[in-house]
């Protein structure tokens, strides 16, 4: 029975229990913290453990330098602080060990009383993995201020390369925007290596990207994005990522104007600085649930409130497996520069899919067309599954506040088209 209940739920998030549960919070901004006991400023230039009976404010730019190791102890709050735009910036070489649990998570918050989307900057996480820009080096450049060009520099020449662990790790109201360099991100992950720890985070409430990933060899496992009001998670720069078993929820309400994604995939943001001798932006997703929230879907898209879940540029590459994308105007878009051919397509694979109350599935920018698309992906072979099912019937319990649950209902689907309930 064991294996008939997974073979059935394996599409979206999956788990034998409900793994949001214990250490995520989707109502932070009900939360009181304590007023910080301590300040967290300039350089972390030697070893430096933060411990959960204190709480830290980030004052301004924050960086861990040097090689040194900032690690943070199970159930810590730091707040970033609003009038100084708090950020922390885990340098190149430097590691961060946030190695939170289940039961006592880590929280990075806003220091304000009534908080707000964009009170603070963000987290940083900058390594020595390979980037596809010309030197296979870049920074940051975000205004942040640091003493020294190299704490604000990322990529290298190796892929292994090892910033720490993040692991059971909240990031609220974090996204700052700023005059000149736009909005923050709420987690930053730069030319990072895959031994680099990264599972269990919740970006909730972000004004700007919930999830960054530029270049590196990067591995993401039970990440969530809530309601943040441009991306849930980004890929570019070359990245070869595997992101696992992580969920996005988008909300038509808080979107910013110039329409946000679950996923935005390219290679580069200018041509010019990539060198398209090496690896394009390659992303390996599975099991992960896309799901937009609204009280009137058919409302929301008929005014321009719902947008594409997935967007791919030219150059880039992405395997989707196993996954479920619910509520977007359509699933997916592709660039249009992306010539539909064999060639291309097979560089861009959905198999095994759910994609459930979508105004259309998969077209290419400003084409109306896609019926080569649609015989594409619905081809059988890829065991792709389209249904016009509503939240409620779809996953276990959208809409607890608390305790939400976005894994599918047992029986919803049949994990194979040759199903066979007699065997």
């Not at 301004?60 to 910036?89: H, M, Q, R, W, Y």
């Not at 190796?158 to 909240?170: A, D, E, H, Q």
């Not at 996204?175 to 031994?195: D, E, M």
């Amino acid at each position: 029975m064991v294996g008939n209940v997974f073979a059935q739920q394996e599409k979206g998030i999956v788990g034998s229990n409900n793994w949001l549960n214990s250490w995520t919070e989707f109502k932070p901004s009900s939360v009181d913290y304590r007023e910080p006991t301590q300040i967290l400023s300039g350089n972390i230039s030697k070893d430096t453990k933060l411990y959960k009976k204190d709480t830290y404010l980030l004052l301004g730019n924050v960086f861990v330098t040097d090689s040194t190791t900032l690690t943070i102890e199970p159930g810590t709050v730091i707040l970033g602080d609003f009038k100084t735009n708090g950020t922390l910036t885990v340098s190149k070489g430097a590691t961060i060990i946030a190695d939170g649990l289940e039961t006592d998570p880590i929280i990075f918050t806003s220091n304000r009383s009534v908080k707000k989307p964009g009170d603070w900057g963000g987290i940083f996480i900058l390594g020595d993995a390979p980037i596809n820009k010309f030197g296979n080096e870049a920074a940051v450049n975000f205004g942040l201020n640091p003493s020294s060009y190299k704490n604000i520099s990322y990529g290298g020449e190796n892929p292994k390369s090892n910033s720490g662990i993040l692991k059971y790790v909240r990031i609220e109201f974090a996204g700052k925007r700023t005059k000149s360099y736009g909005y923050f991100n709420a987690l930053t992950l730069a030319g990072v290596g895959n031994k680099t720890i990264i599972e269990n985070v919740m970006v909730s409430y972000c004004e700007g990207n919930a999830f960054n990933v530029l270049g590196g060899v990067v591995n993401l496992t039970k990440m969530i994005s809530f309601r943040s009001n441009r991306n849930d998670y980004v890929f570019n720069e070359g990245t070869q990522s595997n992101i696992f078993n992580s969920l996005a929820i988008r909300s038509p309400y808080v979107s910013s104007s110039d329409g946000s994604k679950c996923m935005h995939i390219a290679s580069y943001d200018k041509k010019e600085e990539a060198d398209l001798t090496k690896k394009g932006t390659f992303v390996k997703a599975e099991n992960l649930t896309l799901v937009n929230v609204s009280d009137d879907l058919a409302s929301d898209i008929k005014v321009g409130l719902v947008k594409e879940a997935l967007y791919i540029a030219k150059d880039a590459s992405l395997v989707m497996n196993k996954s479920v994308i619910s509520g977007f105007n359509p699933a997916v878009i592709l660039d249009n520069n992306i010539t539909v051919n064999s060639q291309n397509l097979e560089k861009i694979k959905f198999t095994e899919m759910y994609f459930n109350n979508c105004n259309g599935n998969i077209f290419v920018k400003d084409n109306a067309n896609n019926e080569d698309l649609e015989n594409w992906y619905g081809n059988r072979a890829f065991f792709n599954v389209y249904s016009k099912a509503d939240d409620s019937e779809t996953f276990i319990d959208l809409k607890n506040s608390k305790r939400p649950d976005f894994r599918l209902r047992i029986n919803k689907i049949i994990a194979s088209n040759d199903f066979d309930p007699e065997d």
